[in-house]
């Protein structure tokens, strides 16, 4: 039965995943459009884009925390939850590099004949 929990708590990782990889799809697709509407950026629209997959990245993050305390107290498996622990923090770190990428390429649009912008976004 445990194998067979484990089994489904890990599928459900890898759906949430799936989720993020959306999440991530239709942030960048945003941004694009974002970019495109310059140089009257079309910010509230953005905004609210940001304001709503942050709510979603958060709800992924707070279910594979779920996941990972249920591997490690419940299912006796804390090297499955650690490498979670691990996951979650790579995907931080990504989501803040990925602003940071996003504010580089605004810059590097609204001032073109900068090269440290160029070399930010790139």
């Known amino acids: 039965m445990t194998d067979e929990v484990v089994r489904a708590l890990l599928q459900r990782f890898y ?3 799936g989720e993020r990889v959306e999440a ?9 459009a974002y970019l495109s509407s310059a140089p009257r950026y079309d910010f ?12 979603a990245f ?32 790579r995907e931080q770190e990504k989501l803040q590099l990925t602003a940071q990428l996003q504010l ?5 649009q609204d001032e073109p004949g ?6 930010e976004a790139n």
Do not use: N
């Open 15 to 17: 759906a949430l995943q």
């Open 24 to 32: 991530y799809r239709l942030l960048e697709e945003g941004h694009r």
């Open 44 to 55: 509230p629209r953005y905004r609210q884009l940001v304001h709503e997959l942050t709510l």
């Open 58 to 89: 958060s709800g992924i993050s707070r279910e594979v925390l779920q996941l990972q305390g249920q591997l490690r107290d419940q299912h006796g498996r804390p090297e499955l939850a650690q490498h979670l622990a691990r996951l979650q923090e």
């Open 104 to 108: 580089a390429r605004q810059r590097v």
């Open 114 to 119: 900068v090269d440290a912008h160029q070399q």
